[in-house]
């Protein structure tokens, strides 16, 4: 049984469910994102700073640690990590991420584990760990409270949770209400999930705030047309519509469009376990 906070944190997403009839009206899911744009989006992570999730998992893995990464994309998050001699047991239940993961890995040259499912119902299919991991990912888990469970009961020495300070569709809302009259929620935030996290497992998390570069970049207006007509769920005859709506929000830099603030704010949630 989930108590107040992990039933608040339900309800906020389920009130992010987009309504039936304008999924009818689309051939194309809002949901995903295209392999080829979560690889730029690593490739500028790489280019910045080291995020501080991932100073936080090597000082708890240590030198030669294990880590498993839930709902790894791509590898942006823990390949580094496992590229400096790391065991790296990556879950993963999109395919198309999937084989861009072991791409990735490949060109890395570095080798590891591919659990292909969602957690935590491949958790038995996965060995203990010293560091479970997941960045990017609790905004998409309803039933959050046995996810953070087996993240705990896979984790020698620690979890560690990367999410943005507010549902990553928060900003999406304006034109939700201009292109369908449609209001969207205001959270869940980072602040509900620490609140999941003290109520569900009695523990007082570590939080720490920091900032990377974070707008997508676009290589056209088709592309930015294409992606952000998908998440809005428009239909492609009112894609232009969508463009006159974003004409003065778009800026060009050298040769790509950019659209919101070039800063994401992020923010990491991490505890100790009781086996470290």
């Given amino acids: 049984m989930t108590g ?9 997403l389920a009130a992010w469910t987009i309504p039936e009839e304008l999924l009818a009206a689309v051939d194309e899911s809002p949901y995903g994102w295209p392999v080829a744009l979560w690889r ?16 936080i998992v090597r000082d708890l893995a240590g030198p030669g640690g ?13 390949l580094p990590l496992a590229a400096e001699g790391r065991v790296l047991v990556a879950v993963e239940k999109d395919p198309g991420m999937a084989a861009g993961l072991v791409e990735e890995a490949k060109a890395r040259g570095v080798k590891i584990e591919v659990v292909r499912g969602a957690w935590p119902e491949v958790a038995d299919r996965v060995g203990i760990v010293d560091v479970a991991m997941s960045a990017n990912v609790v905004y998409d888990v309803a039933d959050i409270a046995p996810f953070l469970r087996e993240m705990v ?7 560690v949770l990367e999410l943005t300070e507010r549902h990553p569709w928060a900003n999406l809302a304006p034109w939700y209400r201009a292109l369908h009259g449609l209001d969207r929620p205001d959270g869940p935030t980072w602040q509900d999930l620490v609140a999941v996290v003290r109520e569900e497992l009695g523990v007082e998390p570590q939080v720490e705030r920091w900032s990377r570069p974070g ?14 007509g998908r998440r809005l769920v428009l239909p492609r005859e009112r894609r232009e519509e969508l463009r006159r709506l974003l004409e003065g ?8 469009l950019h659209l919101g603030d070039r800063e994401r704010r992020m923010v990491t949630v991490w505890w100790r376990t009781t086996g470290s």
């Fill in 153 to 159: 009961d896979h984790a020698r020495r620690g979890v």
């Fill in 40 to 55: 730029r989006r690593s490739a500028a992570a790489e280019a910045a700073a080291e995020p501080e999730t991932t100073r």
């Fill in 215 to 228: 707008a997508l970049w676009y290589e056209s207006w088709d592309e930015l047309l294409d992606i952000l």
């Fill in 4 to 12: 107040r906070a992990a039933e608040r944190w339900a309800d906020q």
């Fill in 249 to 256: 929000e778009v800026v060009e830099d050298e040769g790509r």
């Fill in 66 to 78: 294990s880590i498993l990464d839930i709902g790894a994309g791509t590898g942006r998050a823990s």
